[in-house]
């Protein structure tokens, strides 16, 4: 599993509070699709509450101050379109992390992904023409995390009919039957991933 930070230069006069305080840090808290549009919620400092509310003011997006206190606004929009770096991420099945940041007219995004997803992300992005920054790229050392999609699927089947209890709960038919493989399958299968998550576990150096 990869854990990879990009960068985004955002266009225009988008979000132009954002590069008027070039130093500060503004948030992107949550973003949902609803009805056929989308939810943002932005946290800003609230030294820029006049700066954030005179630029929604200005555009055609509605809004709604979700909450202000001595520290911070959160501002509640909605855009009728997903943005297409979001919706190229979206695409690709990668994991979104929240909050986003916003400094200075960029978006830095934490993403989680497998590596082949990471792969179709980036080929979404060259598709669409975006430009973008890697900025770190680091590789999960958890042992659960270098086993394939279908090996964790039978690992959590058997975890969760009891196969690994003492004594089992599931035999290795019955477990074969839930996941509608046959039992040389998912003793295949379940042997890879003991495999690698056992050899992964004791290859890590411990305190």
């Known amino acids: 599993m990869a854990h990879t930070r990009i960068t985004f230069e955002l266009p225009g006069n988008a979000f132009k509070f954002s590069t008027d305080h070039p130093s500060v840090e503004f948030r992107i808290r949550a973003a949902f699709p ?102 770190s790229v680091t590789q999960s050392t958890q042992p659960t995390d270098l086993i394939t999609d279908r090996q964790r699927e039978f690992v959590l089947a058997a975890l969760e009919h009891g196969y690994y209890d003492t004594p089992r709960a599931c035999s290795l038919t019955e477990l074969a039957d839930e996941l509608a493989v046959g039992k040389s399958t998912a003793s295949r299968v379940l042997h890879r991933a003991e495999e690698t998550i056992i050899k992964a576990f004791f290859a890590t150096p411990t305190e």
């Open 34 to 135: 609803m009805d056929d549009a989308l939810f943002v919620a932005l946290e800003a400092p609230i030294e820029t509450r006049h700066a954030v509310i005179e630029y929604f003011d200005a555009t055609p997006l509605s809004y709604d101050v979700l909450h202000t206190d001595e520290q911070s606004i959160v501002i509640q929009y909605a855009m009728g379109t997903i943005p297409p770096p979001l919706r190229a991420m979206l695409a690709s099945g990668t994991l979104l992390q929240f909050p986003v940041p916003l400094r200075n007219g960029r978006l830095t995004f934490a993403l989680t992904s497998s590596h082949d997803r990471l792969s179709r992300l980036k080929t979404e992005f060259e598709d669409a023409g975006f430009t973008y920054e890697v900025i």
